[in-house]
């Protein structure tokens, strides 16, 4: 995987993705409870400005995933991996500590277990990580009862441990769980499944828009809209050329489908929750790129709504089927003088 890449990871119920400064608020809502940081072993939120300083500060690292329930796309709390001198045990090459929250609403629905599942499979069949790490306080029956269900073993238990965060002292109890443990406990089928990588196609959300990657994203554009877009004469194709790169460097987040030997298959690029852009490779078009492109963006990131030109009979009907209505209708298009229709997913 591309260093200025995060993967977008996915269950039955969750979509697991990187954090973003928009998720402020929701998680201010979540983080501000009592009940959630201080047994977890940090303070209590007290604004949403400070929740967005820890988006950026501490949630933005690599391998911290913002765990976002499918239904409504609604935020349920955190998972990640700690690596180095970032976790509370300590941890040698190869590896990590796995650390974990959920907000109150969202207790008592396994949801942080589903998630930390899919954390040990990325650690053990992305990563290819020897052993996994998790502590927590004696007394959290929550975050140990996790840590039972998802196969970590007791260890050891540490006394008098300060918090780093809190400056408390409590006991500590230390579990692990190795790869061969993990593997010894999953379904054969399923663990070669797991870890088969032919034929596997991986979603992720550029981080850094180097010259590199807006060049990859780039071809990728003009290639699907001179198959796409016959209503588009060569001038008209030239002149939009002239200002997408910018698009793809400033739009909020842009989600790359790539396949199994890292060829870029498409592309889609939110902002709040519209859906910017959203084009596939032709000869990837029918494999499902843009369906999961599209699913994460509105299970993982939100997005309701988007523009899609009128002419592009194929397109619109694209998102139809994937539940959006047209709400409203444009003349023009600010970059080409072509009609446009609004969408907006229809609410159940």
Known sequence: MKTDERPVLETERLVLRPWKTADADELFRLASDPNVGPIAGWPAHESADESRMIIETVLGAPETYAVVLREAAALVGSVGLLFGDAGTVPLAPGEAEVGYWAGVPFWGRGLIPEAVREIERHAFCDLGLARLWCACAVENAKSVRVQEKCGFSHCRTERDVVVRLTGEVHDERVSVLSRDDWAASADAG?????????????????????????????????????????????????????????????????????????????????????????????????????????RIAVEGYGVTRLDVNEQNSQARGFYEHAGFVAVGRSETDAAAPFPIVHLALEQA
């Open 190 to 294: 399923e663990l070669r499944r797991l870890l088969r990588r032919e034929g596997r196609m991986a979603v992720t959300a550029a981080g850094g828009r180097s010259k590199r990657l807006v060049s990859e994203v780039f071809e990728v554009w003009h290639a699907s809209v001179r198959a796409t877009h016959d209503f588009l004469g060569e001038d008209d194709v030239a002149r939009i050329a002239d200002y997408v790169p910018d698009a793809f460097r400033t739009v909020e987040t842009l989600l790359l489908a790539r396949g199994s030997a890292g060829e870029l298959l498409g592309f889609a690029g939110v902002s709040g929750d519209d859906l910017e852009m959203l084009f596939v490779r032709p000869e990837s078009r029918g494999a499902g790129v843009g369906k999961a492109l599209l």
